[in-house]
């Protein structure tokens, strides 16, 4: 098995570029199944999800080619298949979204239930209930939801809670539904604006982009062509804490500022001052004179699930009590006890973590619990003074693009290795 191994302690010092979003080339790339032709693309950041929704893809009967590290060719000659097996839909929930584009090419899918997740149980009873209301029957049978109908017509739809997943499959299902579909409290992430760029950029009728209430006009045919992924926001955020901890010597390329607010905002009224020139985004303000402060998570513009353990690494080491509240995920604090290996103090109280800053991180062999987690220990690792041993690395490949070809140019001592175990 991969870990890493880190020799912290060197000061980091460069730029580091951010690569397109996993979140959204993820969904974007289940788009392509909705119409035939020939996809180009760019930006897709080349990772092991990436790679395993392009085999969901290929076994669906589409070819999936690489013309260079992150530009991807995709082309649909019509669906060989209708059914997404357990054995690559377990590896990947986000793979369920193919059930709404199968959906809206041929009517029917055969996908099969994601099933348990680390940070939590993650049911998909809503994006189900958007395709009842488009017309569909479903049946659960044997671990596989199956989805038939006659037409897919345009319902309105209001979601409980504005699920991302869910919001992506039901547009990707409405897109060429015969008349009108409203959806409301939809989910509001700029992942999803971008799939919805997408797909107006082939002609799908979709307004109300960026707001909880989308509406779809459903079209005959889609036109493909090529398109360019929004910067990853997680990834920007994740590195902007290097920043933090490196008193603004790196900084951060690329990120897009729009896309980031709750996050920033939440730096800012920490003390924090945010730079900016050209596309460098960087914080020069020393961790020492931060203060604490009180986060919850919530769907977007609200604070992201995705940086919790991110800032509660920056927290860990601000003087003072921070406090956090996970309100997306109900198991997403598996880092906590990783980090106070780290020497950090966060105690857990139900769905809150209160951290009580200390002075700095101690090294440690410590264990990734999942993609944000994992990315967290190693930025932990990369300020504590000694060797730290990050195991279960396998997490942090499925999100974060050559990460440690991007640490080592800012000087940092990281290696992959391979140790024993699981
Ligand atoms: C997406 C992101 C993930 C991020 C999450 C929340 C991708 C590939 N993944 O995941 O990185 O952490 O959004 O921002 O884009 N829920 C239900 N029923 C459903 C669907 C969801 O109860 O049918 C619940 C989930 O259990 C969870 C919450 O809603 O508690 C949020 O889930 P959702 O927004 O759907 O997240 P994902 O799309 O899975």
Not at 211 to 225: A, D, N, Q
Request: proline share 3%.
């Amino acid at each position: 098995m991969d870990a890493y191994r880190i020799v912290g302690g060197k000061g980091l010092e460069g730029e580091i570029a951010i690569g397109g979003a996993k979140n959204a080339a993820l969904p974007i790339l289940c788009a392509t199944l909705v119409e035939k032709g020939t996809y180009i693309l760019k930006n897709v950041p080349a990772l092991k999800d990436i790679k395993t929704l392009s085999k969901v893809l290929e076994k669906l009967g589409l070819r999936v080619e690489n013309l260079d590290k992150n530009t991807l060719k995709v082309v649909n000659e019509g669906l060989k298949s209708i059914e997404a097996t357990y054995d690559l839909v377990k590896t990947m929930r986000a793979s369920f979204t193919v059930m709404g584009p199968i959906l809206a090419h041929e009517k029917r899918a055969k996908v099969s239930l994601p099933g348990g997740c680390a940070i939590g149980a993650r049911p998909v009873d809503l994006h189900l209930k958007g395709f009842e209301a488009l017309g569909c029957e479903i049946q659960i049978h044997h671990g596989y939801v199956e989805a038939e109908a006659k037409e897919l017509k345009g319902a309105k739809i209001v979601l409980d809670f504005p699920s991302v997943g869910a919001t992506e499959n039901i547009i990707m299902a409405a897109v060429k539904a015969k008349g009108e579909t409203i959806l409301e409290n939809a989910a509001r992430e700029p992942e999803i604006d971008d799939l919805c760029n997408f797909l107006v950029s082939m002609g799908a009728k979709i307004q109300g982009i960026g707001t909880s209430k989308i509406v779809i006009e459903g079209v005959e045919k889609l036109y493909p062509g090529e398109y360019t992924i929004i910067p990853d926001r997680i990834e920007a955020g994740t590195y902007l804490v290097l920043s933090i901890l490196s008193k603004g010597k790196v900084k951060v390329k690329g990120a897009v500022r729009e896309h980031m607010d709750s996050f920033l905002a939440k730096l800012e009224e920490m003390g924090a001052e945010i730079k900016e020139e050209g596309d460098l985004m960087w914080i020069e303000t020393p961790v020492e004179n931060l203060k604490p402060a009180i986060v919850k998570t919530m769907p977007h513009p609200g604070f992201p699930t995705d940086l919790q353990a991110q800032i509660m690494t920056l927290m860990s080491v601000v003087k003072g009590t921070s406090e956090i509240k996970e309100t997306i995920f109900e198991n997403r604090f598996m880092h906590v006890s990783e980090l106070n290996r780290m020497g950090t103090n966060i105690k857990i109280d139900g769905n809150r973590a209160l951290i009580e800053g200390v002075e700095k991180f101690e090294y440690a062999e410590v264990m990734a619990s999942d993609l944000r987690a994992g990315a967290s220990l190693v930025i932990a690792g990369l300020y504590a003074e000694g060797e730290t041993i990050v195991t279960r690395i396998y997490h942090i490949d499925r999100g974060y693009e050559a990460l440690e070809d991007k640490l080592v140019k800012l000087g940092a001592h990281i290696e992959r290795i391979k140790v024993e175990g699981v």
